[in-house]
């Protein structure tokens, strides 16, 4: 199993920069505060910071997607309605004009058989002249 970079961190990395801050012209004691203070930035991003930046990322990453989510199913439904109320008014543009054609269709019926009442009217009048 490979080292983590933790390990990498506290076991390399921690003891090179305390040996090389220690040996330096600064003070030993600004040394160590500056070795604890990187050491503990080190070890507190991997164990308290880095959890914390996973939380809030996941965080954001829903509070930006769950609009997003929101807005897609907003749409859908707003499409939905649209096309339920493009096919309800096709709907009723067939039946008004099949009504129209029925009812042209049933007066025209009504104007024949009218008519060919007329004629047998006439014809049976013209039988009792003769």
């Known amino acids: 199993m ?7 961190l506290t076991h390399v990395v921690a003891p090179v920069l305390f040996v090389y801050l220690v ?5 030993r ?9 990187v050491f503990g930035l080190f ?9 914390t930046f996973l939380i809030m990322w996941n965080l954001l990453w829903w ?14 439904i707003c499409w939905q309605l649209i096309r339920g109320i493009r096919a309800l008014a096709w709907f009723g543009f067939y039946v ?15 104007k024949i058989l ?13 039988g009792r002249k003769r």
Do not use: C, M, N
Not at 114 to 126: A, F, N, P
């Open 2 to 8: 490979s080292p983590s970079i933790i390990d990498i």
């Open 23 to 27: 040996s330096h012209k600064i003070s």
């Open 29 to 37: 004691q600004f040394a160590l505060y500056l070795f604890i203070g």
């Open 43 to 51: 070890y507190g991003y991997s164990t308290i910071l880095r959890p």
């Open 63 to 76: 509070v930006y997607r769950v609009p997003v989510w929101a807005f897609y199913g907003l749409h859908w």
């Open 96 to 110: 008004h004009f099949f009504g129209y054609g029925v009812k042209f269709i049933l007066e025209s019926v009504d």
């Open 114 to 126: 009218i008519w060919v009442g007329d004629v047998l009217d006439e014809s049976k009048e013209q």
